[in-house]
């Protein structure tokens, strides 16, 4: 089973970079991570500031969830101090905004459960507020900051560097804690209880009376939103050895997730035209529509968080056909991407596009032949971009590259 590196190699002399007004810059696609793609980074994610609200899903899949991961991607890569200071600047944002913790306008507004729920509104125009898998990812960044300080043993009883502003913890630990504590509060208080009903076998489907899917199975991607945080949960839980029987709960939910997808008919593996081992699969496993370019790329960075983390039991041979998928079905030739994952372009999500979405960056490491032209499909070496969740895959799948030579 593929597990996670944590460790790079940077040079000693690299300098701390200003920030590149365009991005983080690619130094190469060989080699090992160097220090001017960290500091790069570093310095382009210092100078940008978290959203004030959850407006748009800006927690979700907007620029400040997608930036708050990519921090998450390359402190493990590193582990930098610098990186997880910055992705706390993000955590403590999140957790600011909980609809039950801030003040109005941006909280307090009556949730379509007629409490002043703790969620993130992703739209406040009319009331009350509905919600839907965009609140798995707000608590998954708190577990995930959370998770992240809880294996860095030595700064527990330092103070934070960023100081303690919201009286979340001085310490790394308290602030770990509150994050840990903050996420369960959602998950129990709103999540499990109200909006999802897991009654059928713990499979995801939305409650009947929500007014966003009621009744409806939960899509892929919002699974892995709602996965996102159990599976970070889980991993700091286990950390602490505290609340084991909450952590149960959420294992046996994502596991399920995970079986429903591979085992339980949520795909249907087929061959490719290159006689390689390919996966179909629709948006949500009660509907018939077949998955968009868009989607998917959330869908695989789910699947794949579980895979990098080892204990979930996913195989190489389960994830391989998600590379296929990407190479041998939604690659056109010509510069040219599929919008849906049985290679045809549509409207909206399933139009086809220039780019491979960052979800499917990933997959490169079960392509190493594609590796090069999976990369270079969104980055050009010596060459910066402004997407850092790209920037993030891509050196993570460069690492492990490293690692793998050395």
């Given at each position: 089973m593929h597990t996670l590196i944590l460790s790079v190699f940077v040079s000693a002399t690299a300098s701390l970079c200003s920030p590149n007004a365009s991005g983080p810059t690619v130094t190469s696609f060989d080699g090992a991570v160097t220090g001017d793609e960290l500091n790069s980074f570093n310095s382009y994610v210092e100078s940008l500031s978290p959203a004030k609200d959850n407006i748009g899903n800006q927690w979700a899949q907007g620029d400040s969830g997608e930036r708050t991961k990519a921090m998450g991607v390359v402190?493990?890569?590193a582990r930098q101090r610098r990186t997880l200071?910055?992705?706390?600047?993000?955590?403590d944002a999140v957790l600011s905004q909980r609809n039950d913790l801030a003040p109005a306008p941006i909280g307090q507004h009556k949730a379509w459960t007629g409490d002043i729920a703790p969620v993130w509104p992703n739209n406040i125009d009319s009331e009350p507020v509905s919600t839907g898998g965009e609140q798995g990812d707000p608590v998954g960044?708190?577990?995930s900051c959370a998770n992240l300080i809880l294996q860095?043993?030595?700064?527990?009883?330092?103070?934070?560097t960023g100081g303690d502003a919201h009286g979340y913890g001085a310490t790394y630990l308290d602030r770990a804690k509150t994050y840990l504590k903050q996420g369960d509060f959602?998950?129990?208080?709103?999540?499990?209880?109200r909006l999802l009903n897991i009654s059928?076998?713990?499979r995801m489907y939305f409650a009947s009376d929500s007014p966003y899917k009621g009744g409806q199975a939960v899509p892929w991607n919002q699974q892995m939103m709602f996965n996102y945080a159990f599976q970070n949960l889980v991993e700091a839980h286990l950390i602490l050895g505290d609340d084991a029987e909450l952590a149960d709960k959420y294992k046996g939910i994502m596991q399920t997730s995970l079986s429903?997808?591979?085992?339980?008919?949520?795909?249907?593996t087929k061959k490719s035209k290159r006689g390689n081992p390919i996966y179909t699969w629709m948006y949500a496993p009660d509907t018939r529509d077949v998955e968009d370019s868009n989607h998917a790329s959330l869908d695989v960075a789910g699947f794949y968080r579980a895979w990098s983390q080892g204990s979930w039991g996913i195989t190489k041979k389960e994830m391989e056909p998600f590379a296929?998928?990407?190479?041998?079905?939604?690659?056109?030739?010509?510069?040219?991407?599929?919008g849906t994952v049985e290679g045809s372009c549509g409207e909206k999500h399933k139009a086809c596009t220039n780019y491979i979405r960052s979800g499917m960056l990933w997959l490169s490491e079960f392509r190493p032949d594609q590796y090069k032209a999976i990369m270079g499909a969104d980055l050009q070496e010596g060459k910066s971009t402004p997407k850092v969740d790209i920037f993030s895959r891509f050196l993570w799948v460069k690492n492990l590259r490293a690692q793998q030579r050395a």
């Amino acid at each position: 089973m593929h597990t996670l590196i944590l460790s790079v190699f940077v040079s000693a002399t690299a300098s701390l970079c200003s920030p590149n007004a365009s991005g983080p810059t690619v130094t190469s696609f060989d080699g090992a991570v160097t220090g001017d793609e960290l500091n790069s980074f570093n310095s382009y994610v210092e100078s940008l500031s978290p959203a004030k609200d959850n407006i748009g899903n800006q927690w979700a899949q907007g620029d400040s969830g997608e930036r708050t991961k990519a921090m998450g991607v390359v402190y493990q890569i590193a582990r930098q101090r610098r990186t997880l200071d910055n992705m706390l600047v993000y955590c403590d944002a999140v957790l600011s905004q909980r609809n039950d913790l801030a003040p109005a306008p941006i909280g307090q507004h009556k949730a379509w459960t007629g409490d002043i729920a703790p969620v993130w509104p992703n739209n406040i125009d009319s009331e009350p507020v509905s919600t839907g898998g965009e609140q798995g990812d707000p608590v998954g960044h708190l577990a995930s900051c959370a998770n992240l300080i809880l294996q860095t043993k030595d700064i527990h009883h330092e103070n934070t560097t960023g100081g303690d502003a919201h009286g979340y913890g001085a310490t790394y630990l308290d602030r770990a804690k509150t994050y840990l504590k903050q996420g369960d509060f959602a998950m129990t208080n709103h999540i499990l209880p109200r909006l999802l009903n897991i009654s059928n076998g713990d499979r995801m489907y939305f409650a009947s009376d929500s007014p966003y899917k009621g009744g409806q199975a939960v899509p892929w991607n919002q699974q892995m939103m709602f996965n996102y945080a159990f599976q970070n949960l889980v991993e700091a839980h286990l950390i602490l050895g505290d609340d084991a029987e909450l952590a149960d709960k959420y294992k046996g939910i994502m596991q399920t997730s995970l079986s429903w997808f591979f085992s339980g008919g949520g795909s249907v593996t087929k061959k490719s035209k290159r006689g390689n081992p390919i996966y179909t699969w629709m948006y949500a496993p009660d509907t018939r529509d077949v998955e968009d370019s868009n989607h998917a790329s959330l869908d695989v960075a789910g699947f794949y968080r579980a895979w990098s983390q080892g204990s979930w039991g996913i195989t190489k041979k389960e994830m391989e056909p998600f590379a296929n998928v990407l190479v041998d079905v939604m690659s056109l030739g010509g510069g040219q991407y599929a919008g849906t994952v049985e290679g045809s372009c549509g409207e909206k999500h399933k139009a086809c596009t220039n780019y491979i979405r960052s979800g499917m960056l990933w997959l490169s490491e079960f392509r190493p032949d594609q590796y090069k032209a999976i990369m270079g499909a969104d980055l050009q070496e010596g060459k910066s971009t402004p997407k850092v969740d790209i920037f993030s895959r891509f050196l993570w799948v460069k690492n492990l590259r490293a690692q793998q030579r050395a």
